[in-house]
């Protein structure tokens, strides 16, 4: 039973109902939320499944039962430095190995199949804010001509902004707080309009 439950359960499915069912809010304010499928980290090197953009930064990765958890340890890692929320959603016969493997401070829900067919979300433990968030890696979510004209806004000459894409950020680290490199990229995030162009 355990093997066909988990045949009717895939990817696409609990992606569904994660935007139907937890993020269904935030779809009704998107005027100040972006939700993004498939957002890319560390220059293309992770991803995360869906993150929600507002005044924070939200990841959510989903373990279906066709995935397995190895790349799960070396995803955490790349996650805690970008998101200020982490949830992780995953099938049930990951429950025993999960809960060991990511920090204590992410969100941890269970994915199963009610007797209609249906998928029901568990929440089996609640989230709380990345205690160690950094600048650092939320700041490569920028685009180089995003960091550019924030550079240029705040007054650095023409010549300084032809410098390297690490440069630039190390720069823009220079000028603003951690706060305040969380609410600029947060902005950019939710107001790109050609960002699959990328």
Same mark, same amino acid.
């Given at each position: ?47 995360? %499944?869906?993150? #929600? ?5 939200? *990841? ?9 958890? !190895?790349? +799960? ?71 180089? %001509?995003?960091? #550019? ?5 705040? *007054? ?9 894409? !690490?440069? +630039? ?30």
């Amino acid at each position: 039973m355990e093997n066909l439950e988990n045949s009717r359960i895939d990817e696409k499915r609990i992606r569904k109902a994660i935007h139907s069912k937890l993020l269904d809010y935030h779809h009704n304010r998107s005027n100040c939320t972006r939700v993004i499928d498939e957002l890319g980290l560390d220059h293309g090197q992770a991803r995360i %499944d869906i993150a #929600v953009v507002n005044g924070s930064l939200h *990841g959510i990765e989903i373990k279906s039962p066709q995935d397995n958890l !190895s790349r +799960l340890p070396s995803q955490a890692k790349v996650y805690n430095h970008y998101f200020n929320k982490v949830t992780l959603v995953f099938a049930n016969k990951f429950y025993s190995d999960v809960v060991s493997m990511v920090p204590e401070w992410w969100r941890l829900i269970s994915v199963s199949q009610g007797n209609r067919g249906g998928l029901h979300l568990n929440t089996i433990r609640s989230g709380k804010s990345n205690p160690k968030i950094q600048s650092t890696s939320i700041i490569k979510l920028l685009w180089r %001509d995003e960091v #550019v004209e924030l550079l240029r806004t705040n *007054g650095v000459p023409e010549s300084d902004l032809r410098q390297t894409k !690490s440069a +630039l950020y190390g720069r823009l680290l220079q000028q603003i707080n951690e706060n305040g490199v969380r609410k600029i990229v947060c902005a950019a995030l939710r107001n790109r309009e050609d960002w699959r162009n990328r």
